[in-house]
């Protein structure tokens, strides 16, 4: 056989391994839509609904899958959300209407991200520089961005107040659409899109996504390959705070007003989901399609099983087993050289 042969098969071997989360999303998509009242699950305006609930978590997966595939981890994500969510509510609230000109999330998103990107290079620099672990950095940075952000609150919400367009379009980020009526496609969900492309092609594309995933397999051979890991590492997580960030905004329109105690516990969704697509948690391997399969089972599973109406107990034992079996398969796979 030839050499040709082989690696050709190998190549398609490898894409049925990395993509075979998707039968399990088409599983689940089918189940439930034969077991919903009326097919309800299956009908174009509940659809519509999971893609646009699930875009917050795709944002904030993709930027993790970043951090994860240098061998990392990031478990602030939750009160950089929270933090940004409140700093752009403030920024708004407290400056008079059309302060910031006829589309004021030019202004705020690009202040947002760059305060993302800055917390996640000072989370760089401890990992790096100070040699502290990864999971240690990052729930220090946790406890600090959920302590800062109840300071800066006083522990309350932040709501608009009287009509204001400012607001207005900052909330539209969250839960406004795009294009004709009769598509009624989701502000979020673009903006999820156009993230997973960004993420795709810095990955697959650049120099970049290619030390990551050397960084993730072998860490000290890249180094004495003369690659700069620090400066890679500090990118890699200043990109993923500054989709943070992004995600944080959306969240915030999503919800309408800006809580400070917003997204608690959503790192475990955000790790799950990475490693549910597919991202080994050793780093080195994965790819943004696999990420979003993940989001997607995470938001399939969570819409079905509540349209069923299962008490939260059933819902938690159902979801852990299909998890489970998911990432199950997708071990099988890899260990049969699929």
Same mark, same amino acid.
Request: charged content about 15%.
């Given at each position: 056989?030839?050499?040709?042969?082989?690696?050709?098969?190998?190549?398609?071997?490898?894409?049925?391994?990395?993509?075979?989360?998707?039968?399990?999303?088409?599983?689940?998509?089918?189940?439930?839509?034969?077991?919903?009242?009326?097919?309800?699950?299956?009908?174009?305006?509940?659809?519509?609904?999971?893609?646009?609930?699930?875009?917050?978590?795709?944002?904030?997966?993709?930027?993790?899958?970043?951090?994860?595939?240098?061998?990392?981890?990031?478990?602030?994500?939750g009160s950089v959300m929270a933090l940004?969510?409140?700093?752009?509510?403030?920024?708004?609230?407290?400056?008079?209407?059309?302060?910031?000109?006829?589309?004021?999330?030019?202004?705020?998103?690009?202040?947002?991200?760059?305060?993302?990107?800055?917390?996640?290079?000072?989370?760089?620099?401890f990992i790096t520089r100070l040699a502290?672990?990864?999971?240690?950095?990052?729930?220090?940075?946790?406890?600090?961005?959920?302590?800062?952000?109840?300071?800066?609150?006083?522990?309350?919400?932040?709501?608009?107040?009287?009509?204001?367009?400012?607001?207005?379009?900052?909330?539209? @980020?969250?839960?406004?659409? =795009?294009?004709?009526? #009769?598509?009624?496609?989701?502000?979020? /969900?673009?903006?999820?899109? +156009? *993230? %997973?492309?960004?993420?795709?092609?810095?990955?697959?594309?650049?120099?970049?996504?290619?030390?990551?995933?050397?960084?993730?397999?072998?860490?000290?051979?890249?180094?004495?390959?003369?690659?700069?890991?620090?400066?890679?590492?500090?990118?890699?997580?200043?990109?993923?705070?500054?989709?943070?960030?992004?995600?944080?905004?959306?969240?915030?329109?999503?919800?309408?007003?800006?809580?400070?105690?917003?997204?608690?516990?959503?790192?475990?969704?955000?790790?799950?989901?990475?490693?549910?697509?597919?991202?080994?948690?050793?780093?080195?391997?994965?790819?943004?399609?696999?990420?979003?399969?993940?989001?997607?089972?995470?938001?399939?599973?969570?819409?079905? @099983?509540?349209?069923?109406? =299962?008490?939260?107990? #059933?819902?938690?034992?159902?979801?852990? /087993?299909?998890?489970?079996? +998911? *990432? %199950?398969?997708?071990r099988s796979l890899r260990r049969r050289?699929?």
């Amino acid at each position: 056989m030839s050499d040709g042969t082989v690696e050709q098969r190998e190549r398609s071997r490898a894409r049925l391994r990395d993509f075979g989360i998707y039968g399990v999303l088409l599983l689940l998509v089918a189940f439930f839509g034969t077991c919903t009242r009326n097919h309800a699950f299956i009908q174009r305006a509940n659809l519509l609904d999971v893609l646009k609930q699930s875009s917050v978590l795709a944002v904030a997966a993709i930027g993790m899958t970043f951090v994860v595939l240098t061998g990392g981890i990031d478990l602030a994500v939750g009160s950089v959300m929270a933090l940004v969510g409140v700093l752009a509510a403030l920024a708004v609230r407290h400056t008079e209407p059309g302060t910031f000109g006829d589309w004021p999330w030019l202004v705020v998103l690009p202040a947002a991200l760059a305060f993302g990107f800055l917390w996640g290079g000072a989370t760089a620099a401890f990992i790096t520089r100070l040699a502290i672990p990864p999971l240690v950095t990052t729930l220090g940075t946790m406890a600090v961005g959920r302590g800062v952000v109840q300071w800066i609150t006083g522990a309350e919400a932040v709501r608009g107040g009287a009509p204001d367009g400012d607001w207005d379009a900052l909330v539209w @980020l969250g839960q406004g659409f =795009l294009g004709p009526s #009769e598509w009624n496609l989701a502000a979020p /969900a673009a903006v999820a899109s +156009a *993230v %997973a492309l960004v993420g795709a092609f810095l990955l697959h594309r650049t120099t970049f996504g290619t030390y990551l995933y050397g960084i993730g397999c072998n860490e000290e051979a890249c180094r004495l390959s003369g690659v700069d890991v620090r400066r890679v590492k500090a990118l890699a997580y200043g990109f993923a705070g500054a989709v943070f960030a992004l995600a944080g905004v959306m969240n915030f329109g999503r919800m309408g007003y800006a809580l400070p105690a917003a997204a608690s516990g959503f790192e475990l969704d955000v790790v799950t989901a990475v490693v549910l697509g597919g991202v080994s948690i050793t780093g080195g391997e994965g790819h943004v399609a696999g990420v979003i399969a993940g989001v997607l089972i995470l938001g399939v599973l969570e819409n079905g @099983l509540i349209m069923m109406n =299962l008490q939260f107990y #059933e819902i938690a034992v159902i979801k852990g /087993a299909v998890l489970l079996a +998911a *990432v %199950a398969l997708d071990r099988s796979l890899r260990r049969r050289g699929v």
